[in-house]
């Protein structure tokens, strides 16, 4: 039987490849992994920890605003407004809530997200 020496044959029958011939990961360099899927990872579990303090101060804002008044009047609904701000929740996160409530107290139609 004829033996092959090309790259190709050599990998196939085991054949010891010359120095200088790279590996498949070495000439490609390190194929699928770049830095934008690392940061992709990162960024999504730092979004994922972002949503459940939003929804849960969204939610504090709600129960605060069920027992009534406004942020004058109702204590419970200042701290949970101010905590809101300590734990640097977007105004557009407290806003939405405190419209979802209005609109619910007016009879209108509430779509939860």
């Known amino acids: 039987l004829a033996t092959c020496l090309t790259p190709w044959c050599a990998r196939q029958s085991k054949l010891i490849r010359p120095a200088n011939m790279w590996s ?5 360099g390190m194929a699928g992994h770049s830095k934008w899927h690392n940061i992709r990872h990162k960024k999504a579990a730092g979004d994922a920890v972002k949503a459940v303090v939003n929804a849960k101060f969204a939610m504090q804002i709600k129960t605060a605003l069920a027992h009534g008044g406004n942020s004058d009047s109702n204590l419970m609904l200042k701290r949970a407004i101010e905590k809101a701000k300590d734990a640097k929740v977007p105004k557009a996160i407290v806003d939405r809530a405190l419209e979802k409530f209005e609109q619910a107290k007016a009879g209108g139609s509430v779509r939860y997200e």
């Open 24 to 28: 498949a990961t070495q000439r490609m």
